[in-house]
């Protein structure tokens, strides 16, 4: 019914400089993975196999990994070391890839824009790959499962802190169920005095296909970027958004520390124990 994930990979990554200088961050390893090949996995689990990435300037190597590396495979043939292939030959036997590209980066709003003839009219999936997501049944899993019953948009949100409210998009809603909310209100990075809850939009979305449309109407917003929140609310006042309290933990792995305690919590509970 979800067939498609759009992977919008076209930013900066300015907080993890220099190393993504000439590297997207989406490259950067987590333990022996990069971030995004987490993010393709996640959505292959959730039943989403057509995955569609926005890119830019500077994000070659993305395509590379997710297409056949002839000299590579052709050296380690044979030997023990084809093994360390296997998760990547799994994701690429699994899914199909396509990119497009932002030419400009006028914010998340207009990198999903920009992914429009990936999509069509169909609801689809979003990935943001530097939130890396660990969790017994995947997030956009469990996110599937709930648009079954609802049809309409999800975000998904956690509880955060205070202090670190306003890196984030806030929402307020209606509780209907345990850790699920109709969308009511919808704040990109307010400052936590603003904020209407404490309720932060991580990098996990189901859209229905309206949201181009919305989008294409959606003035920039905050830092003059073309937010997606700001069309999200837009959606949620004409007909309906669900947020939805995820099962699960999310690293920023954008950030340095963020970054740093999701190799250490990978290493210690998946790659250890997947490799034991
Ligand atoms: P971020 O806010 O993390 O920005 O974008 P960034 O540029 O990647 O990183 P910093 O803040 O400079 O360190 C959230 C997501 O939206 C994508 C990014 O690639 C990231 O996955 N994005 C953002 C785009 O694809 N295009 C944009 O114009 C903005």
């Known amino acids: 019914m979800i067939n498609k994930c759009l992977f919008p990979v076209a930013g900066y990554g300015t907080r993890f400089l220099p190393a993504t200088k000439s590297m997207p961050k989406e490259m950067l390893p987590v333990v022996n993975k990069p971030l995004v090949q987490y993010g393709v996995e996640e959505a292959i689990e959730a039943g989403l196999k057509e995955i569609g990435f926005v890119t830019g300037r ?16 052709h050296q380690i043939a044979g030997t023990s070391k084809e093994e ?58 469990q996110m599937v499962k709930l648009y079954r019953q609802f049809r309409c948009s999800i975000v998904a949100v956690q509880e955060v802190a205070k ?9 307020k809603g209606k509780e209907l169920k345990d850790g699920i909310y109709q969308v009511e209100e919808m704040v990109e990075k307010p ?51 669900m947020a939805y309290r995820f099962k699960g933990r999310r690293f920023d792995c954008g950030s340095v520390e963020g970054f740093v305690d999701a190799t250490n919590y990978v290493y210690k509970n998946i790659y250890n124990v997947n490799e034991a």
Not at 58 to 72: M, N, P, Q, T, W
Not at 163 to 171: N, Q, T
Request: charged share 25%; net charge negative; glycine share 8%.
């Open 163 to 171: 202090e670190d409210i306003h890196k984030f998009g806030v929402i």
């Open 84 to 141: 360390y292939l296997k998760s990547i030959r799994e994701v690429m036997k699994n899914a199909s890839f396509s990119f497009t590209r932002q030419s400009e980066m006028r914010g998340l709003g207009d990198a999903i824009l920009n992914g429009r003839r990936l999509i069509g009219d169909e609801p689809f999936g979003v990935v943001l790959s530097d939130d890396l997501c660990v969790a017994e049944e995947g997030v956009l899993a």
């Open 191 to 241: 400052p936590a005095d603003k904020a209407p809850s404490n309720l932060a939009i991580i990098g996990r979305y189901i859209l229905t296909p309206d949201i181009f449309e919305i989008i294409e109407n959606t003035p920039p917003g905050k830092n003059d970027e073309v937010q997606l929140t700001d069309a999200l609310l837009t959606q949620a006042k004409n007909g309906c958004v």
């Open 58 to 73: 500077g994000k070659r190597a993305i395509a590379d990994h997710f297409d056949v590396s002839y000299e590579l495979e």
